[in-house]
């Protein structure tokens, strides 16, 4: 079918079964985003794959993601939003299926990296059908099952890939089963999704995918590697500055054109910008945590991999319960007051975090995990549907490419700072305790746990785990902080009385925001 023969088949579109092959694909994407979590211990021992290796098999992915999702908004837009998550799926599989059977760190961060390529094709397509076919009075109601379906694959992959490896399989085995996933989307999507109107806006351009590229690399680059080489190193802070810079420059320029693929004009409302800081910084830490809690349950608790996907289902229950609540709790309180109380309880959750020890109750950290995804949950839907609410029909594609672009920014930058404090500070830590213990040991032991814990040094396996745990207490009060600056920003980020936009306070006003303003 042409770009010029699509039509929204709404005399014989199945909301239901629409729905679900959304959330199977969408689905299948954040499975790819957090399974190898998981996995990385595995892959350290097998591949020999060092912290900064581990942390771009997990950033490849989201950079890429982050990277191409302006561009495929506006492929969305102009050419067809079926056709393009029809194609992104396929090419989705095809790169996490091959992915999965290399033994090359190299290899595996390229085809990871081509996974976030077609990711983000992916991701604002699902949105965009939602606002496309959905009516108003129960478009609310979708994006909520699709924020939920979104929360629960982020806490289901750690479970799933747990259950793999435990079982014998080798760890590309965990990228199968997602390739499986986006397979099913696929068909799915073939069966169920009606073709949309084309609106054929704006012009494809790739200079600012170049840019945001460049940029959100080399802020990432310059983060990760303080690992190996400290925050004041030259390739630290120099390539942050650049990539800072760059990102900079290309907000400029899209501000100033008239078809931006980034319509960062969007920030004007105080509904989107609430929204779009919860929802990125939210992404921080919740991926951040996904990072370093995989080390502290397998190798300073000893919990094999199934153990510890196991001890993850209250991420998922979290999100099981949280995503009806938000509903009831945006109808009776209205959007910010829920997305705050979730930011809140996020923050409380990280605090939590520092009562977890070497022979601390798994009850702690269940409750804690709870707590954590629960407040996601109460950011995650009402601020997907506050931050949609601003977005024009017509640029449904970009608008969704735009908020998704700052949730996979924030978590790529989660993993890459939070992994990158703990690091430093276990490694500067285990230095400074070290210092009598021969410069071999010494170097091997600051690597990583992993590494002091195979060293066979006394003093250097004694030392690890509480350096360990002092890293890792040192990084969740810095995300505790982070949800301290979310909080603010969406209990202070007023809507301006020039443009008269305001957040809706009651069930009535959220019902009729939404309906109309998508």
Request: with cysteine.
């Amino acid at each position: 079918m042409s770009s010029t023969e699509e039509t929204t088949e709404q005399t014989t579109l199945r909301p239901f079964r629409a729905l679900l092959a959304l959330t199977l694909t969408v689905s299948a994407v954040l499975l790819g985003s957090t399974i190898l979590n998981v996995a990385l211990p595995t892959m350290q021992s097998e591949l020999g794959a060092s912290n900064t290796e581990q942390q771009w098999f997990l950033n490849a992915y989201t950079l890429t993601f982050a990277g191409f999702l302006p561009v495929a908004g506006s492929v969305g837009d102009r050419f067809g939003l079926k056709r393009l998550l029809a194609w992104g799926t396929a090419a989705f599989a095809l790169t996490t299926a091959v992915a999965g059977l290399l033994d090359s760190a190299l290899g595996i961060i390229i085809l990871r990296a081509l996974m976030g390529v077609a990711a983000a094709t992916i991701m604002p397509a699902t949105l965009a059908v939602i606002l496309r076919i959905f009516p108003p009075e129960r478009r609310a109601r979708a994006i909520a099952s699709w924020a939920a379906a979104s929360g629960l694959s982020i806490s289901l992959g750690p479970l799933l890939g747990g259950a793999l490896l435990s079982a014998g399989m080798w760890w590309g085995s965990v990228l199968e089963l997602v390739a499986l996933f986006a397979l099913l989307g696929l068909a799915a999507t073939r069966a169920w999704i009606p073709s949309t109107p084309v609106s054929g806006v704006g012009r494809l351009r790739m200079m600012p995918v170049v840019a945001s590229l460049a940029g959100i690399g080399l802020l990432v680059f310059g983060v990760v590697h303080a690992t190996d080489d400290g925050w004041a190193y030259l390739g630290t802070w120099l390539p942050a500055a650049v990539g800072l810079a760059v990102l900079a420059g290309l907000v400029l320029a899209e501000v100033r054109h008239r078809e931006p693929l980034l319509d960062v004009r969007l920030f004007e409302h105080a509904s989107f910008t609430t929204a779009a800081v919860a929802l990125t910084l939210g992404s921080f830490v919740v991926f951040g945590y996904l990072y370093f809690t995989t080390f502290y349950l397998q190798l300073v608790r000893g919990y094999s991999p199934l153990q510890t996907g196991l001890l993850f289902i209250p991420l998922s229950a979290g999100l099981v319960v949280g995503a009806p609540l938000s509903q009831r709790a945006t109808r009776r309180f209205g959007a910010r007051t829920t997305i705050a109380a979730g930011v809140a309880l996020m923050g409380a959750a990280f605090a939590g975090v520092t009562g977890l020890g070497a022979h601390t109750g798994p009850a702690w950290f269940v409750v804690d995990a709870f707590a954590l995804q629960l407040g996601f949950a109460l950011v995650l839907a009402p601020g997907t549907t506050l931050a949609s609410s601003s977005v024009p029909t017509d640029r449904a594609g970009a608008g969704s490419a735009l908020l998704n672009t700052l949730r996979q920014l924030g978590s790529a930058l989660g993993v890459a700072v939070l992994g990158s404090v703990l690091w430093s500070r276990y490694s500067g830590m285990m230095t400074e305790r070290l210092a009598d213990s021969p410069a071999g040991v010494r170097r091997t032991a600051a690597e990583s746990l992993a590494s002091a814990l195979g060293t066979g040094d006394a003093a250097a396996t004694e030392a690890a785990v509480p350096t360990f745990l002092g890293a890792m207490h040192t990084t969740t009060l810095i995300a505790a902080g982070v949800c301290g600056i979310a909080l603010l920003a969406t209990l202070f980020i007023r809507p301006s009385r020039r443009n008269g936009t305001t957040l809706p306070p009651a069930s009535v006003r959220e019902r009729v925001r939404v309906g109309h303003g998508v």
